[in-house]
């Protein structure tokens, strides 16, 4: 969540064994998370059995256990949760809404699902709706790096230039090693046409990282605009941001 590259951003998966492991990948995956830091999941857990089966990426199983869960206790927030993860991971979008909903109006206000949410309306090429939804995920979650990413990334599609270049640089004063976050900036200061910022990010990251493709490729996309050989449009979409 493009030809030359507009990849999707990455989803986050927070396992029950509290690990957070944020992949850029070419298709999201969604976020499980058992975390016990919030109100509504201090006073619940999910079922230990069923969340292995999760961590183990079985998720027929996981959607069987985490099914049985709330048929014997419907108002389990963090159950319904870690049910949507799974059917989304097993692509079904319109359940995995379902039972992200259902989290949330049981009182469930974690980070990790609200960045969810709004990754899958990424997904569903809803930006304005994501837009909202991650701005709470950056609410609850400030100091995540991937949550300023995310909504630096719909900001961009959404040609919110100047509030997606300040939601990565703050993803990347949290986290300065994302790449990801790093090439995005270059797209754009270049959609804002200020190409040298551009040349110069793109330039440093090739330096620091020569395998990473994307900065790579806008570089030379970038540099043969410089030297005339083709015209950069107003909104350069042809530069890639992800692998």
Same mark, same amino acid.
């Given at each position: ?17 509290a690990v957070a492991v944020f992949v850029v990948t070419q298709r999201p995956r969604i976020v499980f998370a058992a975390s016990?830091?919030?109100?509504a999941s201090q006073e619940q857990v999910c079922d230990p059995l069923a969340d292995y089966f999760l961590g183990m990426e ?12 709330i048929r014997n206790n419907p108002d389990n927030a963090l159950a319904h949760y870690h049910l949507g993860f799974a059917y ?5 979008? *319109? #359940?995995?809404?379902? !039972?992200?909903?259902?989290? +949330? /109006? ?9 960045? =969810? @949410? ?77 190409? *040298? #910022?551009?040349?110069? !990010?793109?330039?440093?990251? +090739? /330096? ?9 490729? =806008? @570089? ?24």
């Amino acid at each position: 969540m493009h030809t030359v590259l507009f990849g999707r951003c990455g989803l986050i998966l927070p396992l029950s064994f509290a690990v957070a492991v944020f992949v850029v990948t070419q298709r999201p995956r969604i976020v499980f998370a058992a975390s016990q830091t919030n109100s509504a999941s201090q006073e619940q857990v999910c079922d230990p059995l069923a969340d292995y089966f999760l961590g183990m990426e079985d998720y027929p199983e996981a959607i069987k256990r985490h099914q049985e869960v709330i048929r014997n206790n419907p108002d389990n927030a963090l159950a319904h949760y870690h049910l949507g993860f799974a059917y989304g991971v097993t692509g079904d979008h *319109q #359940r995995e809404l379902a !039972e992200y909903e259902k989290a +949330v /109006n049981l009182g469930l206000s974690d980070w990790q699902l609200f960045l =969810n @949410l709004g990754l899958l309306d990424m997904e569903e090429n809803h930006p304005d709706e994501a837009s909202a939804v991650l701005r709470l995920a950056t609410l609850l979650g400030p100091y995540r790096p991937e949550t300023h990413f995310n909504l630096g990334l719909v900001y961009e599609r959404l040609g919110k230039f100047q509030n997606s270049e300040q939601e990565l640089l703050l993803s990347l004063r949290l986290d300065p090693k994302q790449v990801d976050a790093r090439n995005t900036l270059g797209v754009v200061y270049a959609e804002e046409g200020n190409y *040298q #910022r551009a040349h110069d !990010e793109w330039a440093d990251l +090739v /330096n620091t990282d020569p395998d990473f493709t994307p900065a790579r490729a =806008n @570089l030379a996309i970038l540099e043969r605009i410089e030297r005339g050989e083709i015209k950069g449009p107003g909104r350069l979409s042809g530069f890639a941001h992800a692998p």
